[in-house]
């Protein structure tokens, strides 16, 4: 594995502060659909250059801001109750039945996990933020970043309803 690029480090974390700061915003601006999946775009693609770094943060994660996660269940909260079908594992041999997944619970996991990751980088705490964000990025945020956007794409992208 290639050592994570100073430059690297940089663009996912401003690109994890631009994602929270549009989800606590005073507007979603023109286009939140649109908006959103070129957030979780950038943002998965990014993420693939952290590192798998060691760390023990899992219990112990930084409790958010109330009134930075309050704006931001709010803007959020009119993508909740946009249900699509989902598949944990998307092996064509896997006996699974869909799930439904709702868009507004996954932009909103998305966030928590970045903002918490944020919270660790500005109090220095930069090995424990690197390993909270790689290591949700392939067990949960970055799950809840594909399924979003597949849902984007389906429920509004694709019908042309994007400017």
């Known amino acids: 594995m290639q050592a994570l690029q100073p430059t690297q480090l940089g663009e996912f974390v401003e690109l994890a502060c631009g ?8 507007s979603l601006g023109i286009d ?11 943002l998965y693609a990014s993420a693939l250059s952290l590192p798998r770094v060691g760390g023990e943060y899992g219990s112990d ?10 704006r931001a269940e709010s803007n959020l909260a009119r993508f909740f109750g946009w249900y699509y079908r989902a ?5 064509p041999a896997a ?3 869909p799930g439904m997944g709702d868009l507004g619970d996954d932009l909103l996991d998305v966030y928590t996990d970045l903002k918490r990751g944020l ?16 290591f949700l990025h392939r067990i949960h945020w970055g799950r809840h970043a594909v399924h979003a956007l597949g849902a984007l ?4 992208v694709s019908k042309g309803e994007s400017v």
């Open 87 to 91: 598949w944990s594992d998307p092996d």
């Open 19 to 26: 994602y929270c700061q549009w989800c606590e915003g005073q």
């Open 153 to 156: 794409h389906g429920m509004h």
């Open 32 to 42: 939140p659909e649109a908006q959103a999946a070129r957030w979780l775009a950038l």
């Open 119 to 134: 919270v660790l980088f500005e109090a220095g705490m930069v090995d424990d933020a690197l390993w909270h964000w790689s």
């Open 95 to 97: 006996q699974e039945a």
């Open 61 to 70: 994660l930084p409790e958010l801001p109330p009134e930075t996660l309050a």
